[in-house]
C-alpha cells in the first residue's frame, strides 16, 4: 500500500468516527430532552391530581357539613311544628273535656 492511500484510509477512518460520534451525541441530548420532558408531565400529572383529590376532598368536607346544617335546621323546625300541633291538640282535647 502507497503512503498516499493509507493516508486515504485513515482519513476515511477519521471521518467515520467523528460522524459516529456527531450521531451518538445527538442520540444521547435526544434521549435527555425525552427523559426531561417525560419526566415534567410525571411531575405535572401527579401535581394535578393531588391538586384535584384536595379540591374533591374539600368540596365532599363542605358537602357534608351543609347536609349536617340542613339536617339540624330540619329537625329544629320539625319540632317546632310537633310542638305546635300538639298544644293544638292539647286545646282541643281541652275544650272537649269543658262542659
Not at 435527555?32 to 419526566?39: F, I, P, R
Not at 410525571?42 to 391530581?49: T, W
Amino acid at each position: 500500500m502507497a503512503s498516499n492511500e493509507v493516508e486515504q484510509l485513515q482519513e476515511r477512518m477519521r471521518q467515520q468516527y467523528t460522524d459516529t460520534t456527531e450521531i451518538v451525541m445527538r442520540s444521547m441530548r435526544a434521549w435527555n430532552e425525552l427523559m426531561t420532558a417525560s419526566t415534567d408531565l410525571a411531575f405535572d400529572v401527579v401535581l394535578k391530581n393531588w391538586d384535584y383529590s384536595r379540591s374533591m376532598r374539600g368540596s365532599a368536607e363542605q358537602a357534608i357539613a351543609d347536609a349536617i346544617k340542613l339536617q339540624q335546621r330540619m329537625n329544629k323546625e320539625m319540632l317546632q311544628v310537633w310542638e305546635g300541633y300538639s298544644s293544638e291538640i292539647k286545646e282541643i282535647l281541652e275544650r272537649s273535656t269543658k262542659p
